[in-house]
């Protein structure tokens, strides 16, 4: 069977005024049929770039894309009839109501009679009171819900999400991923992009990380949290830590987490914390998770490529 999706040495150079910037090196991997599978990255890491050539809104300067097989650019209407793509930035016709915007979104997939369908997404995706709304009323979350069933009215086979649930609320959350879920029990594959790493933890069965265009970590979620099975001592301040703890501290806020791997870690953490006079509240000692794995991984993985390359003499 092939792949879902299968990207084959792929790279993508972008010339700037400082030269040429290199957004994506030597990058390959298959997505199985039926899998959830997560692409993480800081900013910049190129991951957008990636699902642009996936949806052939960009082309690759190296390398090759498929779905089910099909070419992205030889191929391009069969490989995408069977993506759906949901994009990151909230683009509408504002003239039409919400059951009209997903009927003419079916007309270019060529679908008709497809009313059954939408009557599911809308329901699914929470949206079956607003389906006589314009568009132009609806809120952004609401919107975000449309052009998630927008993306899905074809019924394809793989559905791509760029992060979708950036600034979105728990409502919204809840009901997308209860529903996407869903669709992957039914075996539908799911490609996510997303900064929100609970997400991926909860959701996602095999993970690719990339650092400056290169994947620098592909493996089940499983093992990527038990490669750094560490325990992390997590508690709250409002002082300075020691310097050598502050080190090795990751700190968000007045919350501040230190990798302990055993007790006696964990006694000579609390110990230097006591002598460095810093009061702690809620202290709790946890498994590490998925974010403490990424900065682990993308502060191990160095730099990679200078950001830009020399241009060619
Ligand atoms: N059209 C373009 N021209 C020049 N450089 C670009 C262009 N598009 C992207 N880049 C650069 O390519 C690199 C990868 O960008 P990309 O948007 O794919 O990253 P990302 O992982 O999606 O980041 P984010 O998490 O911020 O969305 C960045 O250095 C970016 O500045």
Aim: with cysteine; net charge neutral.
């Amino acid at each position: 069977m092939n792949p879902a999706i299968s990207f084959q040495q792929v790279g993508k150079t972008f010339q700037t005024p400082r030269g040429a910037l290199n957004a994506l090196s030597d990058v390959s991997f298959d997505i199985q049929p039926g899998e959830f599978f997560g692409l993480l990255g800081p900013n910049g890491a190129g991951k957008t770039t990636l699902i642009s050539i996936l949806a052939g809104l960009a082309r690759a300067t190296a390398g090759r894309v498929t779905v089910h097989g099909h070419d992205v650019v030889d191929d391009y209407a069969a490989a995408r009839k069977s993506l759906g793509i949901v994009p990151q930035e909230l683009v509408f016709d504002p003239f039409f109501s919400v059951r009209e915007s997903l009927r003419i979104q079916s007309g270019y997939f060529g679908v008709r009679g497809n009313d059954a369908w939408i009557s599911e997404l809308l329901e699914g995706l929470g949206l079956a009171d607003k389906a006589g709304a314009n568009m132009r009323q609806l809120s952004g979350g609401m919107k975000r819900r449309v052009l998630v069933a927008q993306a899905l009215v074809h019924r394809p086979p793989v559905i791509v999400l760029d992060e979708p649930t950036a600034g979105v609320d728990v409502e919204l959350r809840q009901t997308l991923w209860g529903f996407i879920a869903r669709l992957n029990r039914e075996g539908h594959t799911v490609l996510l992009t997303t900064h929100y790493l609970e997400e991926a933890e909860a959701l996602c069965g095999r993970i690719a990380m990339l650092k400056q265009g290169r994947v620098v970590a592909l493996d089940r979620t499983s093992n990527l949290l038990a490669g750094t099975a560490s325990t992390m001592l997590r508690f709250k301040t409002d002082d300075p830590l020691p310097p050598d703890l502050a080190a090795q501290a990751r700190v968000t806020g007045r919350i501040a987490q230190v990798k302990a791997p055993d007790a006696n870690a964990v006694e000579s953490v609390l110990a230097r914390l006591r002598a460095a006079g810093v009061k702690v509240e809620d202290l709790e000692i946890g498994r590490a998770d998925l974010e403490d794995v990424f900065l682990e991984i993308m502060q191990g993985a160095g730099s990679v490529r200078p950001a830009v390359a020399e241009e060619a003499a």
